[in-house]
Each structure stands twice: as structure tokens, then as C-alpha cells.
């Protein structure tokens, strides 16, 4: 009876142990099952800078479209 329980656990351990790394797979991240919450951090820092250049570069963009001759009706982009 234990021998099934610890091979059940096991079993979704290894599970969940695919599953991450296909997930890191299809990402194209590197491979590597403990994580550096360094190079996470930094990671996640260069990810937010991206996504605020996209925004800004949809702003400008959404300012084109709505430009009628007047600043009515257009965005603020700062920086």
C-alpha cells in the first residue's frame, strides 16, 4: 500500500516537472529547474521597460490616428 502511494506521488511530481520544462521550452528560456532570483529579477525589470516603450509606441500611435488639427482628444506620452 505505500509502495503505490510514494509511486503516485512521484508520478505527479515528475508531472509537474514537465510541465515546467515544457513551458520553458516553448518560451525558448534556458532549461534549469533552481531558479537565480537574480537573473529572474533583472529579467522581470527588462520585461516592464519593454512593455512601457510598447505602450509609448502605442500611444503615439493612437495620437496619429486621432489627430484632427486640435489636442483634443490626444495622450500625454511622457519621457
Partial sequence: MSDLIIISI???????????????????????????????????QNEKEISKEEQRFKDIADNIDAYNGTSIGQKKIGG
Fill in 10 to 44: 512521484l508520478n505527479i511530481v515528475c508531472f509537474l516537472i514537465g510541465a515546467k520544462v515544457a513551458q520553458m521550452m516553448y518560451k525558448n528560456k534556458e532549461i534549469k529547474m533552481i531558479p537565480n532570483p537574480v537573473k529572474m529579477v533583472k529579467e522581470y
